[in-house]
């Protein structure tokens, strides 16, 4: 009997694809049965191997040896995963094998994961794509039932192999140019740095921001304060009350119209992070892990979205899930429902996945056992569904101008006709007893008429101060790198910012993790080693621009516009001109980073390039990093000799080229000499020197 093997991503998700097509006996790493042996990764088991795995002398690094560009690449078998690729491997490779499914996460990353253990493990049988949104069983079974062509992905598989070799080119290379520069390890990542950037630029305009006091009139009546026009000119404000002062206050014009409030849009995952930040104070990795989990519970359909919107196809389904959802949602029970399902259909607006909805699961689901987290994004996701498909909201807005010796004043006032959409989205909000500025209502506004006197009034001055701007929390770190550079793409890119809602959680992450960025409430504000790492940086490293073009190209690659090799040209040529542009460290940063550095003073002038010696707690090196003239304190040859290279024989070495040394121990014949010791340089990568005997007091 021959078998289909199926391979997901997780075990977890094994075992709900095997339950769907009746695998269901358990071995040891895998599920089997009615025709099917399901297995799984774990994560990324197959990633691109470390630089020493080229070369050996790669463990130590020298700035002779960038850029370092493998032009065949390795892979290695991540830590403590060599079990279950061994077991992968005998899948893959056994005689009733006919067929393989890939039914990793349907995303670049799990296209990724899939194909690199495939080809670790020498596979050549035909694959199928299992392309889901949702692990619901009749998703599931319809998706069995519809298996793309493995072919199919091949240009989302080589996008994202080239957006890993671009990152490995980028970090790899730039890490150790900047590391060796400044003599301490600075992580430097293609789109790590520019988000560091992003966050270290905003705290510069804080600091540099000086407040400026403004002024405006105003007229306080019994119910409502009219203002006059806001400028820096106390004086110009104060001429106007002294105007004012006994004349008659009059209402020119009363104004109403009739406005709406469009609903909210579905979520997609940045959307989603952006609001449980706001919210719940949620880190994006933990909304990602929250709803990730949903997903995998059947409760949510696929995390890694960019769509806002839902497929035609899916419309009909929409009404009855909209009705599931208040039915299994205690706060949404008394909503008035109404469904606008043409609100949240654009076909054009969905590629890989739609947006992020609620499943019909959750009706048989116990919402109340789940963990805190999870219940809070489920909760969320389900309010917005009622909110995307509802009507919209509806008020009458009543702008009344006040005159007063000439000089206008202004007043504005709301009146709710139609809650819709809102009713849900405040029932949310109470439910949580989350505080958040609404619609404000002033309908003592449509009492008054044009013509009218107003007795009860008095102009007066309201002061105030300009207000910096504000630090970045993951909400709006996260808008900002959606549309990072965006300005400057053309109209028809494929894809804008910097990141993918997939990638952007881990990308902040791992900026706090190497002590980059810091959180403070939910402020993430910059630390002082990242401040410095993003003064030292050369723009091209930091620009949102540039990487959002990386971006928008690794999308051509996916649809067939762009090809790998261009695009990994490309990053090539760009980290090599970096390397080249920077072989000298810029000495007002130098001493920021490197806690080796003795003094700021150079020692002499490099006999091969002449650029600046200086020294460290290891020794003294050129500040040419490409030069890599360097003399060790450990040193072999004065080791020999029971000499101590010190700063003052190196400044004598440097300045005449040699330096009399009266006692020198030599190891053959027991006892110390006299000698003159010569700098004898020939630019190989040690410095070599030579003894004369023959007139030691020169």
Known sequence: MNYKLVIAEKPSVAKSIADVIGSKERKDGFFIGNGYIVSWCIGHLITLANAESYDKTFSRWHYHDLPIIPDNWKYSVSENKTKQIELLSELLNRSDIDIVI??????????????????????????????????????VSEGFNNLKSGT?????????????????????????????????????????????????????DISKFVKEPFYMPVIECDTFTAAGEKTKDKKSVEKIIADCDGKPIVIKSVEKQRKTISCYKLFDLTSLQREANRIFGYTAQQT???????????????????????????????????????????????????????????????????????????????????????????????????????????????????????????????????????????????????????????AVLTDFAAGEILHNAAVGMREGFTSPPKSYTEDTLLKAMETAGTDELTENAERKGIGTPATRAGIIEKLVKSNFIERK???????????????????????????????????????????????????????????????????????????????????GICPRCKNKIYENKRGFFCENKACEFALWKENVFFNSKRVKLTRDIVETLLKEGRIFMPELYSEKMKKTYSATIYLNDSGGKYVSFKLDFSNPKI
């Open 102 to 139: 890939n039914a990793c996460d349907a995303g670049r990353e799990g296209e990724l994961i899939f194909r690199l253990v495939y080809d670790y493990c020498k596979c050549e049988k035909s694959v199928k794509r299992l392309w889901i949104s949702s692990m619901e069983e009749r998703a």
């Open 288 to 442: 990602l892990d929250y709803v990730q989990s949903l997903y995998e519970k059947k409760l949510t359909t696929y995390p890694r979205t960019d769509s806002r919107y839902l497929t035609s196809d899916m419309e009909k389904g929409i009404p009855p899930l909209a009705e599931i959802v208040c039915s299994s949602v205690t706060f949404l029970s008394s909503i008035k429902l109404a469904v606008n399902a043409k609100q949240v259909i654009d076909n054009s607006k969905v590629t890989d996945h739609h947006a992020i909805i609620p499943t019909e699961s959750i009706k048989n689901a116990d919402i109340s056992s789940l963990p805190a987290g999870e219940k809070n994004i489920l909760y969320m996701i389900c309010t917005r569904l009622v909110c995307a498909v509802g009507d919209k909201c509806e008020y009458e807005e009543t702008v009344i101008n006040i005159e007063c010796d000439g000089n206008i004043f202004t007043a504005k006032g709301r009146m709710i006709i139609n809650n819709g959409f809102k009713a849900a989205d405040k029932a949310f909000k109470d439910y949580y007893k989350h505080q958040e500025e609404n619609i404000s209502e002033n």
């Open 521 to 603: 409430g939910k402020n993430l504000l910059p630390t002082q080693k990242g401040i410095n790492l993003i003064s030292v940086l050369p723009d091209r490293l930091k620009s949102t621009y540039l990487t959002a073009e990386w971006e928008n190209k690794l999308k051509n690659v996916e649809y067939g516009k762009l090809s790998a090799d261009e695009f990994i040209n490309g990053i090539r040529d760009f980290i090599t001109e970096i390397i080249t542009e920077n072989t000298v460290p810029k000495q007002e940063y130098k001493s920021l980073f490197s806690s080796n550095q003795i003094n700021d003073k150079p020692v």
């Open 152 to 204: 199919e992905y091949d240009n989302l598989y080589k996008s994202a192999l080239c957006r890993a070799k671009a990152d490995w080119i980028v970090g790899i290379n730039a890490t150790r140019l900047f590391s060796i520069l400044y003599d301490d390890t600075l992580n430097v990542g293609r789109v790590q740095s520019p988000t560091l950037a992003l966050i270290a630029e905003r705290e510069r």
